[in-house]
């Protein structure tokens, strides 16, 4: 089964471009067949965007698992954040840097797996866990997280509950304050602060 954490070109077929409204502007993303929620932002996606608390000015972001972009893109657009952008899959890669200059976000990108390639520490990271990478996978990029942000910095991620929101909680507060910003519907918001 083709996941979108694989890459294969033989995907890309149907460029198409996604629109969205959100925080009073208007965006647009290009995406393509092979990437994840190819045909529309994901419903996951808005509901973390629309719990995360204002983020500090000038402070700097990680978009972990980043897709096409509309995560860091939205947040550098609202909050003037400093964007960082990574994904195992390039081509998911390619369309986030696309995406940026689509909606006038300086971003920097880097193709890693999880922390594979990324030395440097952040004030925030946001991540929608690829969850049929599995579990240990996920794990992983919370205790990875752990050690990327500076002091008091903060992870935000999105989960449903059938997708393991609870045992996500257990394991983040083995590594973080832990806040459940939103729950409704079976899916939770969740912020993690570094202790």
Same mark, same amino acid.
């Given at each position: 089964?083709?996941?979108?954490?694989?890459?294969?070109?033989?995907?890309?077929?149907?460029?198409?471009?996604?629109?969205?409204?959100?925080?009073?502007?208007?965006?647009?993303?290009?995406?393509?067949?092979?990437?994840?929620?190819?045909?529309?932002?994901?419903?996951?996606?808005?509901?973390?965007?629309?719990?995360?608390?204002?983020?500090?000015?000038?402070?700097?972001?990680?978009?972990?698992?980043?897709?096409? /972009?509309? =995560?860091? $893109? !939205?947040?550098? +657009?609202?909050? %003037?954040?400093?964007? @960082?952008? #990574?994904?195992?899959?390039?081509?998911?890669?390619?369309?986030?840097?696309?995406?940026?200059?689509?909606?006038?976000?300086?971003?920097?990108?880097?193709?890693?797996?999880?922390?594979?390639?990324?030395?440097?520490?952040?004030?925030?990271?946001?991540?929608?866990?690829?969850?049929?990478?599995?579990?240990?996978?996920?794990?992983?990029?919370?205790?990875?997280?752990?050690?990327?942000?500076?002091?008091? /910095?903060? =992870?935000? $991620? !999105?989960?449903? +509950?059938?997708? %393991?929101?609870?045992? @996500?909680? #257990?394991?983040?507060?083995?590594?973080?304050?832990?806040?459940?910003?939103?729950?409704?519907?079976?899916?939770?918001?969740?912020?993690?602060?570094?202790?």
């Amino acid at each position: 089964m083709n996941h979108y954490f694989i890459e294969n070109p033989k995907l890309l077929t149907d460029e198409r471009v996604l629109e969205l409204n959100i925080f009073d502007r208007h965006y647009k993303f290009l995406s393509n067949n092979g990437l994840f929620s190819c045909d529309k932002v994901d419903d996951a996606s808005i509901t973390l965007l629309q719990n995360i608390p204002p983020l500090p000015r000038d402070s700097t972001l990680l978009d972990l698992g980043c897709g096409y /972009g509309t =995560l860091g $893109i !939205v947040l550098a +657009k609202t909050y %003037g954040v400093a964007l @960082t952008m #990574a994904d195992i899959n390039s081509i998911a890669l390619d369309y986030a840097a696309k995406n940026a200059k689509l909606n006038g976000v300086t971003a920097t990108t880097i193709h890693s797996n999880s922390f594979e390639n990324i030395s440097a520490t952040f004030d925030n990271i946001v991540l929608n866990p690829p969850i049929h990478a599995g579990k240990d996978v996920m794990y992983n990029m919370y205790e990875q997280s752990a050690a990327h942000l500076h002091s008091g /910095g903060r =992870l935000f $991620i !999105v989960i449903q +509950k059938k997708h %393991g929101a609870e045992s @996500t909680i #257990a394991k983040l507060k083995t590594l973080f304050r832990v806040e459940v910003l939103y729950k409704k519907k079976g899916c939770y918001v969740v912020q993690a602060e570094v202790m």
